[in-house]
Protein backbone atom coordinates (compact mmCIF):
# COMPACT_ATOMS: atom_id res chain seq x y z
CA UNK A 1 0.00 0.00 0.00
CA UNK A 2 3.10 2.60 0.67
CA UNK A 3 4.17 1.88 -2.93
CA UNK A 4 1.41 2.40 -3.85
CA UNK A 5 0.03 5.88 -2.66
CA UNK A 6 3.37 7.43 -4.92
CA UNK A 7 2.14 6.15 -7.67
CA UNK A 8 -1.41 7.33 -7.88
CA UNK A 9 -0.31 10.85 -6.51
CA UNK A 10 2.05 10.96 -9.51
CA UNK A 11 -1.25 9.73 -11.63
CA UNK A 12 -2.98 12.54 -10.15
CA UNK A 13 -0.89 15.26 -11.23
CA UNK A 14 -0.90 13.96 -14.54
CA UNK A 15 -3.76 13.23 -15.98
CA UNK A 16 -5.10 16.82 -15.36
CA UNK A 17 -2.85 17.89 -18.22
CA UNK A 18 -3.98 14.88 -20.55
CA UNK A 19 -7.56 15.89 -20.27
CA UNK A 20 -6.66 19.73 -21.06
CA UNK A 21 -4.98 19.24 -23.93
CA UNK A 22 -7.62 19.76 -26.79
CA UNK A 23 -7.39 21.01 -30.18
CA UNK A 24 -7.57 25.41 -29.76
CA UNK A 25 -7.77 27.77 -32.16
CA UNK A 26 -3.87 29.67 -32.54
CA UNK A 27 -4.87 31.95 -35.53
CA UNK A 28 -7.33 33.35 -37.92
CA UNK A 29 -7.10 35.85 -41.28
CA UNK A 30 -8.71 37.77 -40.91
CA UNK A 31 -7.89 38.22 -36.45
CA UNK A 32 -10.34 38.44 -34.18
CA UNK A 33 -11.54 42.13 -34.21
CA UNK A 34 -9.64 42.86 -36.78
CA UNK A 35 -11.01 45.21 -39.39
CA UNK A 36 -10.15 44.50 -43.01
CA UNK A 37 -10.72 45.10 -46.71
CA UNK A 38 -12.97 42.64 -48.59
CA UNK A 39 -11.89 38.95 -47.77
CA UNK A 40 -12.55 36.49 -50.16
CA UNK A 41 -10.96 33.74 -48.22
CA UNK A 42 -11.01 33.43 -44.41
CA UNK A 43 -8.33 31.12 -42.83
CA UNK A 44 -8.48 28.94 -39.53
CA UNK A 45 -5.31 27.38 -38.07
CA UNK A 46 -5.50 25.22 -34.92
CA UNK A 47 -2.91 23.81 -32.91
CA UNK A 48 -3.52 20.46 -33.80
CA UNK A 49 -4.73 18.17 -37.35
CA UNK A 50 -8.50 17.47 -36.59
CA UNK A 51 -11.33 15.21 -38.35
CA UNK A 52 -12.42 17.54 -41.40
CA UNK A 53 -15.53 15.95 -42.52
CA UNK A 54 -17.31 16.31 -38.76
CA UNK A 55 -16.03 20.04 -38.52
CA UNK A 56 -17.38 23.69 -39.74
CA UNK A 57 -18.09 27.18 -39.53
CA UNK A 58 -21.18 29.23 -39.58
CA UNK A 59 -20.60 33.06 -40.59
CA UNK A 60 -23.16 35.53 -39.89
CA UNK A 61 -23.44 39.22 -40.89
CA UNK A 62 -24.11 41.15 -37.94
CA UNK A 63 -24.40 44.76 -38.92
CA UNK A 64 -24.06 46.87 -42.07
CA UNK A 65 -23.31 50.46 -41.60
CA UNK A 66 -25.90 52.81 -41.87
CA UNK A 67 -28.46 50.08 -41.16
CA UNK A 68 -29.26 50.12 -36.88
CA UNK A 69 -31.76 47.35 -37.20
CA UNK A 70 -29.80 44.95 -39.44
CA UNK A 71 -31.09 41.35 -38.82
CA UNK A 72 -28.31 39.18 -38.60
CA UNK A 73 -27.94 37.52 -41.75
CA UNK A 74 -26.06 33.86 -42.11
CA UNK A 75 -23.43 34.13 -44.97
CA UNK A 76 -23.76 31.08 -47.40
CA UNK A 77 -22.92 29.58 -50.58
CA UNK A 78 -18.58 29.14 -49.49
CA UNK A 79 -16.35 26.51 -49.62
CA UNK A 80 -14.63 24.71 -46.61
CA UNK A 81 -11.41 22.84 -47.07
CA UNK A 82 -9.20 21.26 -44.22
CA UNK A 83 -5.11 21.07 -44.68
CA UNK A 84 -3.64 19.82 -41.87
CA UNK A 85 -4.00 21.78 -39.00
CA UNK A 86 -5.67 24.87 -41.08
CA UNK A 87 -9.65 25.38 -42.46
CA UNK A 88 -10.02 27.69 -45.11
CA UNK A 89 -13.30 28.94 -46.25
CA UNK A 90 -13.23 30.31 -50.29
CA UNK A 91 -15.86 32.80 -50.37
CA UNK A 92 -18.02 33.21 -54.12
CA UNK A 93 -17.39 36.69 -53.70
CA UNK A 94 -15.60 39.10 -51.52
CA UNK A 95 -17.86 40.15 -48.31
CA UNK A 96 -19.49 43.34 -48.28
CA UNK A 97 -18.38 46.40 -45.39
CA UNK A 98 -19.81 45.31 -41.96
CA UNK A 99 -19.66 43.29 -38.88
CA UNK A 100 -19.35 39.41 -38.94
CA UNK A 101 -19.73 36.73 -36.23
CA UNK A 102 -17.81 33.57 -37.31
CA UNK A 103 -18.44 30.60 -35.11
CA UNK A 104 -16.38 27.62 -35.90
CA UNK A 105 -16.52 23.82 -34.25
CA UNK A 106 -14.29 20.93 -35.42
CA UNK A 107 -13.22 17.31 -33.38
CA UNK A 108 -10.29 16.37 -32.68
CA UNK A 109 -8.54 13.23 -33.43
CA UNK A 110 -9.35 12.29 -30.11
CA UNK A 111 -12.82 12.99 -30.57
CA UNK A 112 -14.42 15.66 -28.59
CA UNK A 113 -15.80 18.07 -30.04
CA UNK A 114 -14.55 21.58 -29.28
CA UNK A 115 -16.31 25.20 -30.33
CA UNK A 116 -15.69 28.95 -30.15
CA UNK A 117 -16.71 32.37 -31.91
CA UNK A 118 -15.16 36.08 -32.93
CA UNK A 119 -15.95 38.71 -34.58
CA UNK A 120 -14.52 40.77 -37.39
CA UNK A 121 -15.21 44.07 -39.13
CA UNK A 122 -15.02 44.69 -42.99
CA UNK A 123 -14.24 48.58 -44.73
Do not use: C
Not at 45 to 65: H, I, K, Q, R, W
Not at 104 to 121: C, L, N, P, R
Amino acid sequence: MTRLFPTLAALTLILPGVAAAHVKLVSSTPAANATVAKPTKLTLTFSEAFMGPLSGVDLTMTGMPGMADHAPMPIKGFKTSVAGKTMTLTLPRALPAGTYLLKWHIVGADQHKMEGSYTFKVK
